[in-house]
Structures are given as C-alpha cells and as structure tokens.
C-alpha cells in the first residue's frame, strides 16, 4: 500500500486560484469515488475540507473545490487567502477497504 | 457535535507496548468507523486503522502484525495497541471518526504526542 503522490509545495498570491493534485493507481484514486482532503495548519489536528471527491462538509469554504480524473484526484482553492497558508493532504479508500493518506503539500500564500 | 479526546501515556520505552483511548462524547458511539491515524514529527499522516462499532477492525498492512484496535460502546471509548515499539513509532497520535455513509474522517481529536525513548 503506497502513499499518494502529491507535490511537496505550491504557492499562490492573494486572489489568485491554486491546484494541488494527488496521484494514485487504479486499486485507490482510480477505482473509487472516495478521496477527501484535508487542511492542517502548525500544531493543529487536520481538517476535512472535501470528501467523496467533490462535496464539502457543512462550514467549509466554496472556495475549496475537489475533483478527479483517473487516478488523478485535485483539490483547488480559489481565491486565495492568507489564512489558506497550510499543509494539505490528500486520502483515499483502497481496494480491502484500506485507508492511504499523500505525502502531503505545503501551500505557501506569498 | 461529536467530539474526540486521546489519552495515554506520553512515553514509551522501547520493546514496549503503546496503549492510547479515545473517548467519544457528544453522539453515539454505536455506528461509523473509528479510526487512528499517526504523524510523526515533521512528517505526513498514516493511516493506522479502524475498528466498526461491532468490533469488526481493518488496519495497514505495514502495521497489521503489531496493532490491536478494540472498542467498549458502554463507555464511548475505543483503544489502541501497538506493540514492540521502536523510534519510527514516535509521533502524533490522533482518534478520528469516519462516517459509515461518507469517505472522509471528521471529526478529529487534537491529537497526543507518544515518543519512544528509553
């Protein structure tokens, strides 16, 4: 069971929009319409930010947008806000009923 | 709201078995999928397992030989066990619900920090 790949940074500037994207295989991403995001800022407990692919809990910005293509799930984040500055890590069910996180990518708001 | 409490120890020794619970209050305890998941420090998340309200667990392969998840509906608390830990176990430990009708864990704990050290 490997880890999902996502890039270790992105930044954007104030207003503007951003994609982070998460690549599995076929056995996770691929096979299932299962993957959420989460937001954790320092010494925080992650936040879920999209779940199912493109729904977004109750409280949760529209900003904050998720889909999938393939294997290939991303989430965007528009407009741009200080606040939004966080660590963002991707999740998806797997084939066995497993759970596999992403390495995680570091948004930096210049 | 359901809210999330971990608790245990805060250092373990290593050979020696880590045991954390967490402690559910504000809903029930009785459906969705509880879950662990670790950070070590610097680190990104991992997925340690879950165990169902009806005991039923599934957990990471990678963790499998060494984890024992249970669960004691009377109280809302459920538990972890990960034994023969070494270093690579020190980390942030969080309790998280996944709801049995979504992919996504919500509510979380604030996490505990367990660090193995002789």
């Given at each position: 069971?490997?880890?999902?790949?996502?890039?270790?940074?992105?930044?954007?500037?104030?207003?503007?929009?951003?994609?982070?994207?998460?690549?599995?295989?076929?056995?996770?991403?691929?096979?299932?319409n299962y993957v959420s995001?989460?937001?954790?800022?320092?010494?925080?407990?992650?936040?879920?930010?999209i779940y199912d692919v493109s729904n977004?809990?109750?409280?949760?910005?529209?900003?904050?947008?998720g889909?999938?293509?393939?294997?290939?799930?991303?989430?965007?984040?528009?407009?741009?806000?200080?606040?939004?500055?966080?660590?963002?890590?991707?999740?998806?069910?797997?084939?066995?009923?497993?759970?596999?996180?992403?390495?995680?990518?570091?948004?930096?708001?210049? | 709201?359901?809210?999330?409490?971990?608790?245990?120890?805060?250092?373990?020794?290593?050979?020696?078995?880590?045991?954390?619970?967490?402690?559910?209050?504000?809903?029930?305890?009785?459906?969705?999928?509880?879950?662990?998941?670790?950070?070590?420090?610097?680190?990104?998340?991992?997925?340690?397992?879950?165990?169902?309200?009806?005991?039923?667990?599934?957990?990471?392969?990678?963790?499998?030989?060494?984890?024992?998840?249970?669960?004691?509906?009377?109280?809302?608390?459920?538990?972890?066990?990960?034994?023969?830990?070494?270093?690579?176990?020190?980390?942030?430990?969080?309790?998280?619900?996944?709801?049995?009708?979504m992919v996504g864990?919500?509510?979380?704990?604030?996490?505990?920090?367990?660090?193995?050290?002789?």
């Open positions: 069971q490997s880890a999902l790949t996502q890039p270790a940074s992105v930044s954007g500037s104030p207003g503007q929009s951003i994609t982070i994207s998460c690549t599995g295989t076929s056995s996770d991403i691929g096979g299932y995001w989460y937001q954790q800022h320092p010494g925080k407990a992650p936040k879920l930010m977004r809990p109750s409280g949760v910005s529209n900003r904050f947008s889909s999938k293509s393939g294997i290939t799930a991303s989430l965007t984040i528009s407009g741009l806000q200080a606040e939004d500055e966080a660590d963002y890590y991707c999740s998806s069910y797997t084939s066995s009923s497993l759970e596999v996180f992403g390495g995680g990518t570091k948004l930096t708001v210049l | 709201q359901v809210q999330l409490q971990e608790s245990g120890p805060g250092l373990v020794k290593p050979s020696e078995t880590l045991s954390l619970t967490c402690t559910v209050s504000g809903g029930s305890i009785s459906s969705h999928y509880w879950s662990w998941i670790r950070q070590p420090p610097g680190k990104g998340l991992e997925w340690i397992g879950y165990i169902f309200y009806s005991g039923r667990t599934n957990y990471n392969p990678s963790l499998k030989s060494r984890v024992t998840m249970s669960i004691d509906t009377s109280k809302s608390q459920f538990f972890l066990k990960l034994s023969s830990v070494t270093a690579a176990d020190t980390a942030v430990y969080y309790c998280a619900l996944r709801p049995a009708d864990f919500d509510p979380w704990g604030q996490g505990t920090l367990v660090t193995v050290s002789s």
